[in-house]
């Protein structure tokens, strides 16, 4: 059974300019999850998708931020205009709702340097 | 207000000593479910365990158990016998929703 996979693992750029990560998660889980984690802290939540649809975006997701599920499948992060305060590991995690618990599992993540 | 304490921010054992990593939480919800994902150096986390709000059981898998007490809010988590390769950030978190809500993580570092 593949795992949660994210792509990039890593990513530099440059102040201002736009970002793309993708997370393809455990295929037929049909939620998924984005999360950003800075060092020393614990993942905080960014949005999550049930099949295609966004139902749920935290107050951290600035209007610089948008996130897609086109087809219900894989999943794309994308930032716009970055700012140093965007560099940190960006985690995806899907999970299936037939499960009567819902546990997430979890990419490797993407870890973001805004210079 | 959802919250998880996690009030050891780094633990040092040597190998085969014991070890308990504290979680609190805070919640006014009835149905909840608590976890624990271990985070290595790669970075991805790692499912652990899950525990729902009516299940006080305790659970020991291998050298891990957990210790579940709804009276004192806390999920406690027992390494016994410790490896080098328990070394990572291990996480506790609380759902009650959609999201994951987590702890700052406590990093815990076995020496040989």
């Known amino acids: 059974d593949t795992g949660v996979s994210q792509d990039p693992r890593h990513k530099i750029t440059k102040r201002g300019q736009n970002v793309t990560f993708r997370c393809d998660p455990i295929?037929?889980?049909?939620?998924l999850y984005w999360y950003r984690q800075t060092l020393g802290q614990g993942p905080e939540f960014l949005t999550y998708f049930q099949n295609e649809a966004q139902l749920e975006k935290s107050r951290l997701l600035s209007d610089r931020f948008s996130a897609e599920r086109p087809k219900g499948s894989f999943s794309t992060l994308e930032i716009q205009r970055t700012e140093q305060g965007d560099s940190a590991m960006y985690l995806c995690?899907?999970?299936?709702?037939?499960?009567?618990?819902?546990?997430?599992?979890f990419g490797p993540g993407t870890r973001l340097t805004v210079l | 207000a959802q919250k998880v304490t996690q009030a050891q921010t780094e633990i040092s054992v040597v190998e085969k000593e014991d070890v308990t990593l504290d979680c609190v939480y805070e919640?006014?919800?009835?149905?909840?479910?608590l976890f624990w994902y271990k985070q290595p150096p790669s970075g991805e986390l790692v499912f652990l365990i899950r525990r729902n709000s009516f299940d006080e059981q305790n659970e020991i898998s291998g050298r891990y158990s957990w210790n579940f007490q709804k009276s004192t809010s806390s999920f406690n988590f027992t390494i016994t016998a410790s490896q080098v390769v328990d070394s990572a950030v291990y996480f506790c978190a609380l759902k009650t929703g959609t999201a994951l809500i987590f702890g700052k993580g406590t990093t815990l570092s076995v020496s040989s």
């Open positions: 995690a899907s999970s299936l709702t037939a499960e009567s618990t819902d546990t997430q599992y």
């Open positions: 919640t006014r919800d009835t149905t909840y479910y």
């Open positions: 295929s037929e889980h049909n939620r």
